[in-house]
């Protein structure tokens, strides 16, 4: 397995942004820190307004994984259900196609999840679509998102993600 991120602050590694519902009129908060080498996603869950998902994404990168048969995210969580999404420069009526698979985080220990890319459903704002395909060589985001309908606090750890 070949290293993607190790979160210990070298000025190749890449920022990363919040993205919640509050664009769309909802009310849940999370936010992505670094600590200690650790990426840690923490917030709380809200179904008010239509709510209902937050999530991190990083900027300004690109990333190529031909050859790559899955990502392996080491983290530590609360119990509950992620996805782990990609996109790329595919559009749908000019909105971003995200590529996402979900994953569970074992609350309170350290596991590896591994999400094979072939996995990855394609998907604008929540809904499911037959395509187009991932194109693997062209990877502009990686994210993570909760979204399980579950309201309340949620925290996610990652020391590291690699390839396969």
Known sequence: MRMLMRFDGVPSEPGWVAVNDGVMGGRSSGAPAIVAGTLHFTGILSLANNGGFSSIRTVRRSFDLAYVTALVLRVRGDGRAYQLRLKTDATVRGIAVAYSAPFTAPAGRWTEAR????????????TTLDGPPFEPTN????GLLIGDHREGPFA???DWIGMD
């Open 115 to 126: 999400v094979p890319l072939d996995q990855l459903r394609p998907s604008v704002r929540g």
């Open 139 to 142: 990877v502009t985001e990686i």
């Open 156 to 158: 996610l750890a990652v």
